[in-house]
């Protein structure tokens, strides 16, 4: 097959980063993001130094949400509502899962309050894809978004 009979690649389209490129673009990322399993093992550890925030409706904690959560729905965040917070802590957000930019909100906003913070991506959906305990009136085993309120 000759070079102008070679399939187009829409892979390669864009050429790939330089590997110390690469390496700023995800140590970049993972300083704003964190999954359910490193969280679920730092808590397990009794790790301090972050606080676990669950940014969707009362309601929605009510039902299922990780063990320890604080409920501040991204609403309702502000100077007052996180006041009782230390700076000192790295705050984690999560909402409903992949497709709830809810948490993405927060964190922008807890940033904007001078807090330093990290998105649990995912969400809820995959801390209980992952097969970790939640807490709250939600019997074992009821699908996440059996009934779901809004962020």
């Known amino acids: 097959m000759t070079a102008s ?3 187009f690649s829409f892979v390669l389209e864009t050429p790939a ?3 110390e490129e690469a390496r700023r673009h995800y140590l970049a990322k993972l300083s704003v993001e964190t999954d359910p399993a ?3 093992l730092d808590l397990e550890r009794g790790k301090k130094g972050f606080v676990v925030v669950d940014v969707r409706m ?3 904690w ?3 949400h990780v063990p320890g959560a604080l409920n501040l729905p991204t609403r309702t965040l502000s100077a007052e509502t996180t006041a009782h917070l ?3 802590d790295v ?3 999560y909402c409903w899962g992949p497709g709830c930019n809810g948490s993405t909100k927060a964190a922008a906003r807890f940033a904007a309050l001078g807090f330093r913070v990290k998105e649990m991506i995912g969400g809820i959906e995959y801390w209980v894809k992952e097969g970790h305990a939640t807490e709250g009136t939600a019997p074992k085993g ?3 978004y059996a009934h779901r309120g809004d962020t």
Do not use: F, G, M, Y
């Open 5 to 7: 009979a070679t399939p």
């Open 17 to 19: 980063a330089t590997p």
């Open 38 to 40: 490193d969280v679920h």
């Open 58 to 60: 009362k309601e929605a």
């Open 62 to 64: 009510a039902e299922r």
């Open 86 to 88: 230390s700076k000192d």
């Open 91 to 93: 705050i984690i957000t």
């Open 142 to 144: 009821t699908p996440v």
